[in-house]
């Protein structure tokens, strides 16, 4: 009866994963045909952040690795970065919203399908917390299981200070641009609501990044990507690293 039970599990698990990875087949198909008519339009769009974002985020996890650290990967996805901190012998909790996409035989890799909010910091703490592309999805409906909440992602970030441990750093990155929200996709941070997304945060490190004219990702200032005009599908990028004042 146990193994009918445990087996019935593997495959209801088995199938939520796969139905995940076919919702995000079908996610990039449609996101490549949008792409081919951006650009056919002479508009940008965002193809190859993520692989700036991984880049960064990779480099930056092992120049600010701490030896038996704890992490949290915030809004883990596909799992790479997790599987990334995993490697590098980091004890890794990966939450989502949405089920686990990702296995592997690693062992120091706990994954929950959690709200943020769901953390207890009095139980948690983490030496590193990852946060690649997520912090813009906090508190909008209609995509990634959010709920609606319009400082959803204010509230987030200061939950993810009171997760962080002493001496710990938060890395991050999220659209950047004239301050909008682009409903369900994600918010774009400006002038406005940038300075209060890292309020009470020491900013260790940041870089910035837009497309130019030819669609191609071009380093730049704060003030560019500050003045860059973004969309539904397209935004400059923000790489942060953040720590706790006085830490």
């Not at 912090?135 to 200070?161: C, N, P, Q, W």
Request: hydrophobic share 40%; proline share 3%; aromatic share 8%.
């Amino acid at each position: 009866m146990i193994n009918r039970t445990l087996e019935k599990e593997r495959v209801i698990h088995r199938l939520s994963a796969l139905g995940v990875i076919i919702r995000g087949v079908a996610s990039r198909m449609k996101s490549m045909a949008r792409r081919v008519i951006r650009r056919a339009r002479g508009l940008r769009d965002l193809a190859g952040d993520r692989d700036m974002e991984w880049m960064y985020m990779a480099t930056r996890m092992g120049q600010y690795n701490h030896n038996e650290a704890r992490v949290l990967d915030f809004g883990c996805g596909s799992g790479i970065l997790s599987i990334a901190a995993a490697n590098m012998r980091q004890e890794v909790l990966a939450i989502d919203l949405t089920p686990q996409s990702f296995s592997g035989p690693y062992t120091n890799i706990e994954f929950r399908q959690i709200d943020i909010m769901a953390l207890d910091e009095r139980k948690e703490q983490f030496s590193m917390i990852l946060s690649c592309s997520t912090i813009e999805h906090v508190g909008l409906s209609g995509r990634y299981s959010s709920i609606e909440f319009t400082d959803g992602d204010l509230k987030a970030m200061d939950k993810l200070g009171k997760l962080l441990r002493p001496q710990g750093h938060i890395i991050m990155t999220l659209p950047v641009g004239q301050d909008a929200v682009f409903s369900p996709y994600h918010r774009v941070y400006g002038r406005d609501r940038l300075p209060r997304l890292l309020e009470g945060y020491e900013i260790v490190e940041s870089q910035f990044s837009r497309k130019d004219r030819r669609n191609i990702w071009v380093p730049c200032s704060k003030e560019d990507v500050l003045c860059d005009i973004a969309d539904a599908h397209y935004y400059a990028l923000a790489f942060f690293v953040l720590c706790n004042p006085s830490t």
